[in-house]
């Protein structure tokens, strides 16, 4: 999706989320329910997610509604650098999704489950993008900005889907020469639609920058200790009290070619190094004598102004395997990487080449390097990247997860060695594979209970697998959560077991449902009965309204839910409950990648 042409965009985002499914303490991820805790005490659950507010649980009110705002498109790029004449120039983004984590305790997982996605307005320049399948994020880079100190607000992270030419895109041009050039390139029989990829940095919470200032630490916690305070006062005070995030955008509009990944870069990969100053994995692609580097994961900013690190001028050196020199194809400038960089071209920057050195450096490796000699990062020339980074399935199933590798972004054939490392001995896997013909490996999952597992991809003979396991910024990764069967198919179906064993799972965790159906009043629920259905059923999963919005319904759930459904009409009794929790203390340890993930959630 690097070459030309593409379109950029640049705005915010708001993030709603429900926070309390992030603790351990108050919620497991294994049985997907809080369905140990007594039914009498349900609004016990939801005072106690107001109170883990001074904790951490900075959005207990929370929608999982993630919406753009202020978006709007920045500029294009035909191939003559970025220009911002073009009529679609201007024109608004428009999205909204439900942010999801496939593994809720941590931050490696988040997903976008949206419908459509609009650039332009109806009756003019407009991409109209029927959704094909979710926003997928990778790469969290949690040292891209040491000056916003509150919870994720140190970190960015890559957001990636793809929109099929089949599934209803459409390219509105009129007189948008950018929009005209796109148009024409999705012709090609190799295109197969446009790919997405923004960048999601500086998260604000609590509508406060300040929050996030830690010049002085004590002032800091104050500032965050008030806000929190504010915050529940609000809660205890009823009615609806979303309290979202927001972060700032940068964005790319590409073409999505045959072979190429859906949900994260498939680009020839220059990881970052080890010790290198917080500069984050980078990606590039040549194209004849053209070098497009996507540095908007990158450089970190130094400040809440946002003002780039100054790492000086930057060489772009083709190296051999023992690390010697090979050619040198160009340098960076600061004002190639700085803050109006930046936001003009969404961290693209764009590199002429000598042919030869490109020629060089077709099958040699990248790396970026600052002047004194400093790595910053260098590419890994395999890649084994997953079809399906997040994976769902029901206790008792077997799925085929399926990667695809690449060497220097293009697929690779047969023989290639991939060593695939599970996070957990209850699952089964192949622990090394050879792609096939197609440049493909694939292994079982077995759901054989109620688990979130993480698998790491190292392709290559000799591979060595990470002991930290994922480094999100190095390896490739996917997660599968099986969701258990709890034995509710013996159940009768009861409202006090649909209620008890079902419904009071969201109806304690997900205050803000009560503004559209109480999920303890049985008259409600059953009234509702074919909409629940629909929104329920496994085949709409990918939409927007699905429910519930964390995906965690268990088959036997459903099933008794249905059976409920499908009854007679219930009584009017209403029933209702949860239990209390406490928030475990933070580690004063230097925190693991594992443990990272986690504070990302306020854990």
Same mark, same amino acid.
């Given at each position: 999706?690097?070459?030309?042409?593409?379109?950029?965009?640049?705005?915010? *985002?708001?993030?709603?989320?429900?926070?309390?499914?992030?603790?351990?303490?108050?919620?497991?991820?294994?049985?997907?329910?809080?369905?140990?805790?007594?039914?009498?005490?349900?609004?016990?659950?939801?005072?106690?997610?107001?109170?883990?507010?001074?904790?951490?649980?900075?959005?207990?009110?929370?929608?999982?509604?993630?919406?753009?705002?202020?978006?709007?498109?920045?500029?294009?790029?035909?191939?003559?650098?970025?220009?911002t004449g073009d009529p679609f120039v201007g024109a608004p983004v428009g999205f909204q999704g439900m942010l999801v984590d496939c593994e809720p305790y941590g931050a490696f997982s988040s997903q976008l489950f949206f419908d459509t996605l609009s650039l332009?307005?109806?009756?003019?320049?407009?991409?109209?993008?029927?959704?094909?399948?979710?926003?997928?994020?990778?790469?969290?880079?949690?040292?891209?900005?040491?000056?916003?100190?509150?919870?994720?607000?140190?970190?960015?992270?890559?957001?990636?889907?793809?929109?099929?030419?089949?599934?209803?895109?459409?390219? &509105?041009?009129?007189?948008?020469?950018?929009?005209?050039? $796109?148009?024409?390139?999705?012709? &090609?029989?190799?295109?197969?639609?446009?790919?997405?990829?923004?960048?999601?940095?500086?998260?604000?919470?609590?509508?406060?920058?300040?929050?996030?200032?830690?010049?002085?630490?004590?002032?800091?916690?104050?500032?965050?200790?008030?806000?929190?305070?504010?915050?529940?006062?609000?809660?205890?005070?009823?009615?609806?009290?979303?309290?979202?995030?927001?972060?700032?955008?940068?964005?790319?509009?590409?073409?999505?070619?045959?072979?190429?990944?859906?949900?994260?870069?498939?680009?020839?990969?220059?990881?970052?190094?080890?010790?290198?100053?917080?500069?984050?994995?980078?990606?590039?692609?040549?194209?004849?004598?053209?070098?497009?580097?996507?540095?908007?994961?990158?450089?970190?900013?130094?400040?809440?102004? $946002?003002?780039?690190?100054?790492?000086?001028?930057?060489?772009?050196?083709?190296?051999?395997?023992?690390?010697?020199?090979?050619?040198?194809?160009?340098?960076?400038?600061?004002? &190639?990487?700085?803050?109006?960089?930046?936001?003009?071209?969404?961290? $693209? *920057?764009?590199?002429?080449?000598?042919?030869?050195?490109?020629?060089?450096?077709?099958?040699?490796? $990248?790396?970026?390097?600052?002047?004194?000699?400093?790595?910053?990062?260098?590419?890994?020339?395999?890649?084994?990247?997953?079809?399906?980074?997040?994976?769902?399935?029901?206790?008792?199933?077997?799925?085929?997860?399926?990667?695809?590798?690449?060497?220097?972004?293009?697929?690779?054939?047969?023989?290639?060695?991939?060593?695939?490392?599970?996070?957990?001995?209850?699952?089964?896997?192949?622990?090394?594979?050879?792609?096939?013909?197609?440049?493909?490996?694939?292994?079982?999952?077995?759901?054989?209970?109620?688990?979130?597992?993480?698998? *790491?991809?190292?392709?290559?003979?000799?591979?060595?697998?990470?002991?930290?396991?994922?480094?999100?910024?190095?390896?490739?990764?996917?997660?599968?959560?099986?969701?258990?069967?709890?034995?509710?198919?013996?159940?009768?179906?009861?409202?006090?077991?649909?209620?008890?064993?079902?419904?009071?799972?969201?109806?304690?965790?997900?205050?803000?449902?009560?503004?559209?159906?109480?999920?303890?009043?049985?008259?409600?629920?059953?009234?509702?009965?074919?909409?629940?259905?629909?929104?329920?059923?496994?085949?709409?999963?990918?939409?927007?309204?699905?429910?519930?919005?964390?995906?965690?319904?268990?088959?036997?759930?459903?099933?008794?839910?249905?059976?409920?459904? &499908?009854?007679?009409?219930?009584?009017?009794?209403? *029933?209702?409950?949860?239990?209390?929790?406490?928030?475990?203390?933070?580690?004063?340890?230097?925190?693991?990648?594992?443990?990272?993930?986690?504070?990302?959630?306020?854990?």
């Open positions: 999706m690097l070459e030309t042409p593409h379109i950029l965009f640049r705005g915010k *985002v708001a993030w709603d989320p429900i926070t309390t499914n992030n603790y351990t303490t108050m919620y497991d991820e294994a049985s997907a329910s809080w369905a140990q805790i007594p039914a009498e005490t349900a609004q016990v659950f939801r005072d106690e997610a107001i109170t883990a507010v001074e904790n951490g649980n900075w959005n207990p009110g929370g929608t999982h509604r993630s919406t753009f705002f202020d978006t709007q498109i920045s500029g294009v790029d035909t191939g003559g650098g970025v220009a332009g307005i109806a009756g003019g320049c407009r991409i109209y993008a029927p959704r094909t399948t979710r926003f997928t994020a990778r790469y969290i880079n949690f040292r891209r900005n040491g000056a916003n100190r509150m919870i994720a607000g140190v970190a960015s992270v890559i957001w990636q889907t793809a929109f099929a030419k089949s599934d209803g895109l459409e390219i &509105d041009a009129f007189d948008s020469p950018a929009l005209q050039a $796109l148009a024409k390139a999705i012709e &090609d029989p190799d295109v197969l639609g446009l790919t997405v990829r923004w960048n999601s940095y500086f998260t604000v919470y609590y509508d406060d920058p300040s929050l996030g200032d830690a010049s002085d630490p004590v002032k800091q916690k104050q500032r965050q200790a008030a806000s929190a305070a504010e915050l529940q006062a609000k809660l205890r005070g009823g009615g609806f009290q979303p309290n979202p995030a927001r972060s700032d955008v940068v964005g790319v509009v590409g073409l999505w070619r045959k072979g190429e990944p859906i949900h994260e870069p498939g680009d020839r990969a220059l990881l970052s190094s080890e010790g290198a100053t917080a500069f984050g994995t980078a990606f590039a692609r040549i194209d004849g004598d053209t070098l497009t580097l996507d540095l908007g994961n990158s450089v970190s900013e130094v400040d809440q102004a $946002l003002t780039k690190q100054n790492l000086g001028q930057i060489d772009v050196v083709v190296r051999d395997a023992s690390g010697n020199d090979l050619a040198t194809l160009g340098s960076l400038a600061y004002a &190639d990487y700085d803050k109006a960089a930046y936001e003009s071209a969404s961290g $693209l *920057v764009t590199l002429k080449l000598d042919p030869a050195a490109a020629k060089v450096a077709a099958d040699a490796d $990248l790396c970026l390097r600052q002047s004194n000699g400093t790595v910053l990062a260098t590419e890994a020339a395999l890649r084994a990247i997953p079809l399906t980074p997040n994976l769902y399935l029901d206790q008792g199933d077997t799925t085929t997860a399926v990667a695809q590798v690449y060497s220097r972004g293009v697929p690779v054939g047969a023989g290639v060695p991939v060593t695939i490392a599970a996070s957990a001995s209850s699952v089964t896997v192949t622990s090394v594979s050879d792609t096939d013909a197609n440049g493909q490996v694939s292994f079982d999952v077995i759901g054989s209970q109620g688990q979130v597992n993480g698998f *790491v991809f190292v392709p290559g003979p000799d591979a060595e697998v990470p002991l930290g396991g994922i480094d999100p910024q190095v390896t490739t990764y996917m997660y599968a959560r099986t969701l258990p069967d709890n034995g509710l198919d013996r159940a009768p179906a009861t409202w006090a077991n649909v209620y008890n064993q079902v419904l009071i799972n969201w109806y304690a965790m997900a205050p803000c449902m009560d503004n559209w159906l109480r999920l303890d009043d049985p008259a409600q629920v059953y009234s509702y009965g074919p909409m629940l259905k629909t929104l329920t059923d496994p085949a709409n999963f990918e939409l927007f309204r699905y429910m519930p919005v964390v995906r965690d319904m268990t088959a036997d759930s459903r099933r008794l839910l249905y059976r409920f459904l &499908d009854g007679p009409a219930p009584g009017a009794t209403k *029933v209702a409950a949860m239990a209390t929790a406490t928030l475990a203390a933070e580690p004063t340890h230097e925190l693991t990648n594992a443990e990272l993930s986690r504070a990302m959630r306020g854990n």
